[in-house]
């Protein structure tokens, strides 16, 4: 399974997803398991911003060889589920591949679905959307322009949100 992980700049939420799903699906031994990400307003080529790269690393997660790259339809159409950080990153990625609704969900619309609604299967999150209340999934805030603390508390959110999801692809 290939999760493909959307933000804004593509420097700091997405990269620690991607990065931090690919650490825990080794630990639950997803062997088909890939990762990647990319930005609505990407910054290209830049690396993880430093501070989102300090906290990847105390995650247990590892910035390095990391290039940022902006999202494009090709980049959707290749992943088998894309999670993005918030509704707007996940309203961007319906504007370029709408067809790819049944496989695009929030972070916290993903994982909710999983540990609330027993999401099984990626088909499972798409039938069961309409049972969870628009409201429930907070978006991922950005940390860009803010304090240490804060962006410790972005990987943080970002590092829970994630097993739910991961065990679903196991079995998916």
């Not at 609505?40 to 690393?57: F, K």
């Not at 591949?97 to 619309?109: G, I, V």
């Not at 950005?142 to 804060?150: A, K, R, T």
């Given at each position: ?5 959307v933000?804004?700049?593509n420097?700091c939420?997405?990269?620690?997803a991607?990065?931090?799903?690919l650490v825990?699906?080794?630990?639950l ?11 609505t ?5 830049s690396p ?9 690393e105390?995650?247990g997660g590892?910035?390095?060889d990391?290039?940022?790259r ?5 980049i959707?159409?290749d992943a088998?589920l ?10 961007a990625?319906?504007?370029?591949a709408?067809r ?9 619309e993903?994982a ?5 609604r027993?999401?099984?299967?990626v088909?499972d999150?798409?039938?069961l959307?309409p ?12 940390p860009?322009?803010q ?13 829970e ?9 196991k079995?998916?």
């Amino acid at each position: 399974m290939h999760i493909l992980f959307v933000c804004t700049g593509n420097i700091c939420r997405s990269p620690m997803a991607e990065r931090l799903a690919l650490v825990l699906g080794s630990q639950l031994r997803i062997g088909a398991l890939t990762t990647s990400s990319a930005g609505t307003r990407a910054v290209i080529g830049s690396p993880i911003h430093p501070e989102a790269a300090r906290i990847l690393e105390h995650l247990g997660g590892t910035a390095s060889d990391f290039a940022a790259r902006q999202l494009t339809p090709r980049i959707v159409g290749d992943a088998d589920l894309i999670i993005t950080m918030t509704r707007a990153h996940r309203d961007a990625v319906l504007g370029l591949a709408p067809r790819q609704l049944h496989r695009t969900f929030t972070l916290s619309e993903a994982a909710l679905l999983v540990s609330e609604r027993n999401a099984q299967t990626v088909a499972d999150l798409a039938a069961l959307r309409p049972q969870l209340p628009s409201a429930a999934a907070a978006d991922i805030p950005d940390p860009i322009g803010q304090d240490s603390e804060f962006f410790a508390r972005v990987g943080t959110q970002i590092a829970e949100l994630l097993p739910p999801i991961l065990t679903l692809c196991k079995s998916d």
